[in-house]
């Protein structure tokens, strides 16, 4: 019945995340409201764009169907398992609010099934789907599990027509340095801790840690980690 549930969606608290990230996994949390006197079971289906109020962030889709019961006049808040459709624009912060959209359709509708179905929320994933929404190249595509990678090169390469990468080895490297520019806005004023986590989700290197960011600003920051 309409109106029975109230839900908002938004960006999932980074602390309950691990490993983190910010545009694929657990990455988003819906709250929901029950006015109703009797128990209630939702089904929230996989494959739903979800629109973001603010134009700069990427739209989202669900990749994991989940099915939440909620009892008389219960509040709930779970994450949900989704990813970024729009490779260009800004991951979901802890500002981001989101609306149900249109169901997606056709190849990237059946990729979001294989994720569900095999569940592969992660980075290999998130980039196959980059191959369909936004042309990345396939060979973006990378994962240590070779089940998962040739699930999701052989099912993209189908779908575009694309040729699948003939190396599928990483490069390993006792030392070395990555370094690059970030750049970015301030729409209101914003404490910041910037760092990298390695793959399991443990801190590496802190760069700056509870930063105050003042609006209005456009910051830059040059970064340099030696490993």
């Not at 260009?88 to 359709?105: G, I, T, V, W």
């Not at 699930?151 to 779908?159: C, N, P, T, Y």
């Amino acid at each position: 019945k309409k109106g029975v549930v109230k839900a908002s969606i938004q960006a999932a608290d980074r602390d309950t995340l691990k490993p983190f990230s910010s545009y694929y996994g657990a990455c988003l949390k819906i709250n929901m409201i029950s006015s109703s006197s009797q128990t209630l079971n939702i089904k929230v289906e996989n494959g739903y764009f979800l629109q973001p109020a603010d134009s700069n962030d990427q739209r989202m889709i669900i990749t994991k169907e989940e099915l939440i019961t909620l009892s008389p006049k219960q509040r709930k808040s779970l994450n949900l398992f989704a990813m970024c459709s729009q490779m260009h624009r800004s991951s979901p912060d802890e500002s981001s609010q989101y609306m149900l959209a249109s169901k997606s359709e056709g190849p990237l509708y059946e990729l979001i099934q294989l994720i569900d179905k095999k569940n592969y929320q992660s980075d290999a994933a998130q980039h196959a789907i980059w191959v369909l929404t936004d042309s990345s190249d396939i060979s973006s595509i990378y994962s240590s599990n070779y089940t998962e990678l040739d699930d999701l090169q052989g099912f993209v390469a189908k779908a575009t027509g694309k040729p699948i990468p003939k190396s599928r080895n990483p490069l390993n490297y006792s030392s070395g340095a990555v370094h690059g520019s970030i750049s970015w806005e301030n729409k209101t004023a914003q404490t910041l801790t910037f760092y990298i986590r390695s793959e399991n989700g443990n801190k590496e290197v802190t760069f700056f840690e509870k930063q105050n960011f003042v609006k209005p600003a456009i910051n830059t920051l040059n970064w340099k980690f030696s490993f």
